[in-house]
Nanobody, 126 residues
Framework: QVQLVESGGGLVQAGGSLRLSCVASGRTFTRNPMGWFRQAPGKERDLVAALSENGGAKYYADSVKGRFTISRDGAKNTVYLQMNSLKPEDTGVYYC???????????????????WGQGTQVTVSS
């Protein structure tokens, strides 16, 4: 059974940092594009960061550029999202997702992602 399990969420003050982790089990995703999505209350689930299957290409939403960093540790079958200078508007449930190989590009639409984690809550207080 394929599973993606996120961890690292929590409550943090504005300006603080968190590092989210996504561990895959059941199969390896070292050759898959991976992404982190965020869903704020009452809003759509939007892509905030993603990387291509070889990590050579990365995508960041404009709202997180310069503050968030996505990375992968293939040996641990884990993807990370380092979040710095957090703002209250970063609050939401963060989901890890995996897509099929995409020609070295970064999939940026939600339907392109086939596997999803259960999400981890991030709350940033002002």
């Amino acid at each position: 059974q394929v599973q993606l399990v996120e961890s690292g969420g929590g409550l943090v003050q504005a300006g603080g940092s968190l590092r989210l982790s996504c561990v895959a089990s059941g199969r390896t995703f070292t050759r898959n594009p991976m992404g982190w999505f965020r869903q704020a209350p009452g809003k759509e689930r939007d892509l905030v960061a993603a990387l291509s299957e070889n990590g050579g290409a990365k995508y960041y939403a404009d709202s997180v550029k310069g503050r968030f960093t996505i990375s992968r540790d293939g040996a641990k079958n884990t993807v990370y999202l380092q979040m710095n200078s957090l703002k209250p508007e970063d609050t939401g449930v963060y989901y890890c997702a995996a897509a099929s190989a995409y020609f070295g590009l970064v999939p940026t639409s939600r339907p392109q992602y086939d596997y999803w984690g259960q999400g981890t809550q991030v709350t940033v207080s002002s």
